[in-house]
Structure formats: C-alpha cells, structure tokens
C-alpha cells in the first residue's frame, strides 16, 4: 500500500507557465514577421518608444499571455525588443551586415570565416549574442582560446563591440 504525496514546487510552475507564454509569444510573433516593428527588430534597424509600445500591445492582444508575463519578460531579457528578437531572430543578411565592417578590406583564414559564420548562425537563430559565449562551444571547437586563437585583441574587440551594436539595435531610441 503507497502512500501518496505531492510536492508543490510553485518555481517549476512559474517556470513552466512562462516557457507555454514564450512558445506561443514566439509562434504570434513568427506569424506576424510582416509587422513593421518585428521587421525593424529582423534587419537590425533600431526601434523607436512607439515600437516597443506597438509590440508590447501586439503580445497582450495575442492570447499568449498578460501582462506579468510579458513584465517578465521584459525583466529577463533586459527589454521587450530584446525579448521579441530573441524569440524571431535576425535576417539572416542583417546578421551578416552587422559582421560585414569587421572583415572589410582584411583577408580572412577559413576558420576566422568558419568561425564569423557560426556567429551569423547564432543571430540568425537567437537575435542576439553575449559576447562571453564567444568562448564557448562550438566556438570554441574552432580553437580552444575563442576568438583569441584566430584574431588579435583589436580585432576581437572590434567583434564584441559589433556584437553590443547588434543587442543595441534591440532597445528603444
């Protein structure tokens, strides 16, 4: 004979309630990529206080969620646009436009070509990216040092810098 017990974890809820808030905030969103706010988000061009204000309506009209969730998510992903391009991503172009200044007039090995395209695949897919994941797989997986094994210091700070312009482009003006 068992007895049964049940543990309450209001963590795990919370946690589960806002991943079911995110999937169908990221399914709205990706039906709605015609949007001028989620376009500017896409292409990297940087939103305005009426953008954020736009997409932040557009989520509390969407069903997906109210308006603690979305407070949550402005919180965690230190702002809306931030939060919204995490879930549609960058155009794929856009991604490759924000790296275009860091190799222009440089001749480039393979792997730093290697390596700057898994940094397009990573925006593509996220939207944005912490710099500190540069020293990460499958960066890392390149060379073990990040980019430290495959550009000089100038240059990799030029790369973190053009990668803070892309999470810039994100927040409001």
Known sequence: MGIESRVHLPEFA???????????????????????????????????????DELERML??????????????????K????????????DREAAKNALAGFLAGKAATANQIEF???I???????????????YESPFTDLTPQGPDGLFDSTQ?????????HVTAMAAAA
């Open 14 to 52: 919370a946690e589960r309630d806002f991943e079911k808030f995110r999937l169908k905030a990221q399914a709205f969103l990706r039906a709605h990529l015609d949007h001028a706010a989620i376009r500017k988000l896409r292409m990297n061009v940087p939103l305005t206080a009426a953008d954020l």
């Open 60 to 77: 509390a009209q969407s069903g997906a969620g109210g308006a603690a969730e979305i407070t949550r998510a402005k919180a965690a992903s």
């Open 79 to 90: 702002g809306l646009g931030l939060f919204v391009r995490s879930l549609v991503g960058l």
């Open 116 to 118: 700057l395209n898994l």
């Open 120 to 134: 397009v695949n990573h925006l593509t897919e996220h939207g944005v990216m912490d710099p500190a994941l540069l």
């Open 156 to 164: 990799v700070d030029l790369l973190v810098a053009a990668l803070e």
